[in-house]
């Protein structure tokens, strides 16, 4: 069995599309067939300032390896960073990988459903549950604001982070995200019930 589940381990075909039964894959070339860990991926989501990057680090000692915490951006780089579905797709690759090796990955960054599903390694997983953080656009703005130069947050690109944070707000039902807002809680406050929603869904 390979960690890249889109190489066939028998011909060494590699998959654009994989063809995934169950927890099965079958390459399209040469008909083999092996099992694989079909794990949840846990996508801690939310606009930026809204307290990611800080519950990453506190998640991660809690679970003490049983679950993998990673942090998106960084892979948000070179080409990558012209081609947003292939860095979503390498993404999903990636935390496919890492379940072979039987830990969830919780993986930390601004994405949405529509953003995942339609992806060919959407098939990689038995479900992508999303746990969105928000926070009042006072609160955003502030922190924003506040975050070094290199980070490059301007006023236009605060404000379109803004606009996410609005339709996430009134789309979440629709998109089966669960919101959280962190504008009047604690980081460990934060942490308590990402923990909490983590577990409840851990196979």
Not at 68 to 85: I, K, N, S
Not at 87 to 99: G, I, K, N, T, Y
Not at 159 to 188: C, I, N, P, Q, Y
Request: glycine share 8%.
């Amino acid at each position: 069995m390979g960690l890249d589940l889109r190489i066939c381990p028998s011909c060494g075909d590699r998959a654009d599309r994989p063809v995934v039964d169950g927890s099965t894959l079958e390459c399209a070339r040469c008909g083999h067939r092996w099992p694989f860990r079909k794990l949840p991926l846990f996508a801690l989501t939310g606009p930026s300032g809204a307290g990611k990057s800080t519950l990453g680090p506190l998640l991660a000692a809690r679970f003490g390896g049983d679950v993998v915490v990673l942090e998106q951006d960084v892979l948000w780089t070179g080409a990558l960073r012209d081609d947003v579905p292939a860095f979503r797709a390498a993404w999903l690759r990636m935390a496919a990988m890492l379940h072979q090796n039987g830990r969830p990955v919780v993986l930390c960054g601004t994405v949405a459903p529509p953003e995942f599903e339609p992806l060919p390694e959407r098939a990689f997983f038995s479900d992508i549950h999303y746990l969105a953080l928000v926070g009042s656009p006072e609160s955003l703005r502030r922190r924003l604001r506040a975050r070094p130069a290199w980070r490059e947050w301007d006023e236009a690109r605060i404000e379109e982070m803004l606009e996410f944070t609005e339709w996430l707000r009134k789309s979440a039902d629709e998109l089966g995200v669960e919101l959280f807002d962190t504008t009047d809680v604690s980081a460990e406050t934060a942490a308590d019930h990402a923990e909490k929603w983590i577990r409840a869904r851990l196979p």
